[in-house]
Nanobody, 118 residues
Framework: QVQLVESGGGLVQAGGSLRLSCVAS????????MAWYRQAPGKQRELVAE???????HYADSVKGRFTISRDNAKNTVYLQMNSLKPEDTAVYYC????????????WGQGTQVTVSS
């Protein structure tokens, strides 16, 4: 069973930066999308950023211009560079990798806490 392991979360002051990483425990073939989601207390999980197989990216309006998603296909790793962090960015951040062979398969990480103090 493939596992995704996130790292890089922590406590940072407003205006600071963090870089999240998500590594798959084994190679995943036919990846079609890699993404970061977040869930703040009392709120639904929301899509933060996504990068699809062709390299196109999509960002939530709230993070555009501040966050950058990137990937290293050879390492089955996806990153999220977060700059100019705001207290409202505080949440548990989850990575998701979707692949398709004979069927669609979605993998989720266990989450990493990001806390931004004002």
């Amino acid at each position: 069973q493939v596992q995704l392991v996130e790292s890089g979360g922590g406590l940072v002051q407003a205006g600071g930066s963090l870089r999240l990483s998500c590594v798959a425990s084994e190679s995943i073939i036919n990846i079609i999308a890699m993404a970061w989601y977040r869930q703040a207390p009392g709120k639904q999980r929301e899509l933060v950023a996504e990068i699809i197989r062709g390299g196109a990216t999509h960002y939530a309006d709230s993070v555009k211009g501040r966050f950058t998603i990137s990937r290293d296909n050879a390492k089955n790793t996806v990153y999220l560079q977060m700059n100019s962090l705001k207290p409202e960015d505080t949440a548990v951040y989850y990575c998701r990798i979707t692949s398709v062979t004979s069927r669609w398969v979605t993998y989720w990480g266990q989450g990493t806490q990001v806390t931004v103090s004002s």
